[in-house]
């Protein structure tokens, strides 16, 4: 049964129609090793915290944080959405939320704002953090949703 299982799912993957999928996917990879470079490297760079490499890497997880949480939450209220308004809706909804969250990084990094880790300072850090955890979970609801069929 297993192998039946894998087998099936192996050429599911070599499928014709999985190959946007496999696009869609790639591109939530590179987003998210820019979020996890850009954003967090910038924040940690501008922070005032000193040399401890310690206080830094803490300060890199707080905005990890945020970003999981609001995934978390992003995922939940994406399917409600999605379920209530549409598949269309989801990518739309998704495509305004990463717009929103790209074009923030760089206003965010030229406006040399200092990132203050746990204070309410450091809210525009904690925001796009919260933007890019919402429009990562959204586009992950819509390509489940794209995937999944009632049988």
Known sequence: M????????????????????????MYKGAVLCYYSSVLVTTSINQANIGDNTEDKLQAGVSLMIFFGIAGVLGAIIA????????????????????????????????????FVPYSFEGWPYYTEAALWGLADSTLNTSLIGLLVTNT
């Open 2 to 25: 297993a192998i039946k299982k894998a087998k099936e799912t192996v050429l599911i993957i070599g499928d014709k129609k999985m190959i946007p999928v496999l696009f869609i996917q």
């Open 79 to 114: 399917g409600r959405l999605i379920n209530t308004f549409g598949k269309r809706f989801g990518i739309n909804f998704f495509t305004i939320l990463g717009v929103t969250a790209a074009l923030g990084m760089p206003i965010l990094v030229s406006s040399n704002v200092p």
